[in-house]
């Protein structure tokens, strides 16, 4: 269901009100990208930080969805073996 309201939201309003996100990849690319990786309740606040975090007195710039979430332990990668 969040995924289609993201959805909706790129196809139908931000024809209407233009590409104004200070940040790469855009909003809602990353709530998309948030919600697959870190699913709907850590994903959600993510989504709604960097939503919070897009106006004019940000600079925004390049910001993709981490990997893991800070302070998360379960990664079981090869920078992190536990």
Do not use: K
Not at 37 to 42: D, P, S, V, Y
């Amino acid at each position: 269901m969040l995924r289609g309201m993201i959805r909706a939201y790129q196809l139908v309003i931000r024809p209407v009100i233009g590409a104004n996100c200070r940040f790469t990849p855009s909003c809602s690319h990353y709530a998309r990208d948030a919600l697959a990786r870190h699913g709907a309740w850590h994903g959600g606040i993510m989504s709604a930080w960097r939503i919070l975090r897009c106006n004019p007195w940000n600079a925004g710039g390049y910001d993709p969805v981490p990997a893991t979430r800070r302070g998360d332990r379960s990664c079981r990668c090869i920078h992190n073996p536990e």
